[in-house]
């Protein structure tokens, strides 16, 4: 049972949403602005509830997203289904609204003890858009792409808001027009920037991979609608786009280049796997080579988020 709802939630994303975030802060925002002096403002506790809260709602997405996808999953990976057949549809929607629940609460605390309204208003949003995401918008042209990619960017914005919510709580608004949050503020904006990017692209390898169940449920995504040729053609542009900003990150940050045998080891490794990730989609046939690639993605996404390590001005 436990190893079915392991699968239900999706583990490996919910961990990696995690490590992502803690990333962030531990080897971008603490580094940072301890280099210049400032004390950070938002306590190791009130983090902890905030990478539970991001964690549990993503948690939930993924699970509300099973629930609706029945129809569509057996079709397209019939022995994957878990709702109905492991776990009934009922447990499946008391873990939905459990993990929903506890994501609301932490997100709350912290907009309670930050005193900020518009986090409280995040949490909710953030649920009811991942119901309307599973249930309506997913099946909708480019809106469930979209509705992922800046979710995903939105789990590296929120760890620096609080950090800088925090800060002003504690300093004043000016704190945040010091050189160190600027710096903070754009290395965030970079990887939001590079999440959202090879998610959107990774969305419309996916949906490649799920034509045949989502066209039998009158799903509407990119494929069906402008077919496979130039969803690939899409799918090369975005890679080529994300490539150019790498590259442009990278060429400019001093810190990037401060371990530069490292650094462009890294990059190399972005490129390489997103160019046999567009190979692999322009000659695919089948779903298993649209999953292959759409793993690929992933993994450059993985690698990206790894070059984190390489901004600590303490390494």
């Known amino acids: 049972m436990i190893k079915e709802i392991f699968r ?6 919910v961990v990696f949403v995690a490590v992502f975030q803690i990333l962030l802060r531990y080897g971008i925002i603490l580094p940072l602005l301890a280099n210049a002096g400032i004390e950070p403002a938002l306590t190791t506790a009130q983090f902890i509830l905030l990478v539970i809260a991001t964690t549990a709602l993503t948690a939930s997405g993924n699970v509300i997203n099973d629930y609706f996808d029945v129809n569509v999953d057996k079709i397209n990976r ?3 289904v878990i709702v109905g057949n492991t776990i009934d549809r009922r447990t499946v929607l008391l873990i939905h609204v459990i993990l929903t629940f506890l994501g609301v609460v932490c997100g709350f605390y912290i907009a309670l003890r930050l005193h900020k309204e518009l986090y409280a208003f995040v949490f909710i949003l953030v649920p009811v858009l991942l119901w309307f995401y599973s249930s309506l918008f997913k099946k909708q042209f ?7 990619a800046i979710l995903t960017a939105a789990t590296a914005w929120i760890v620096a808001s609080a950090d800088f919510a925090a800060l002003i709580l504690h300093h004043g608004g000016g704190i945040t027009s010091t050189p160190a949050c600027q710096t903070v503020w754009m290395y965030c904006n970079v990887y939001a920037f590079f999440a959202f990017l090879i998610n959107a692209t990774r969305e419309i390898v996916k949906d490649m991979e799920d034509t045949e169940g989502d066209a039998a449920c009158g799903c509407r995504t990119l494929p069906i609608e402008m077919g496979y040729g130039r969803s690939k053609s899409i799918v090369v542009m975005l890679s080529v786009l994300i490539i150019t900003c790498v590259l442009t990150a990278f060429l400019n940050s001093a810190r990037l280049q401060n371990n530069l045998v490292l650094g462009w080891a890294f990059v190399a490794a972005i490129i390489i796997t997103i160019i046999i990730a567009d190979i692999i989609t322009l000659r695919a046939k089948e779903p298993k080579q649209y999953h292959k690639a759409s793993t690929l993605l992933k993994v450059a996404m993985a690698i990206g988020v790894a070059t984190i390590i390489l901004v600590n001005p303490c390494i």
Do not use: Y
């Open 8 to 13: 239900l939630i999706r583990l490996p994303n």
């Open 78 to 80: 019939p022995e994957r």
């Open 142 to 148: 480019l809106i469930g792409n979209l509705v992922v």
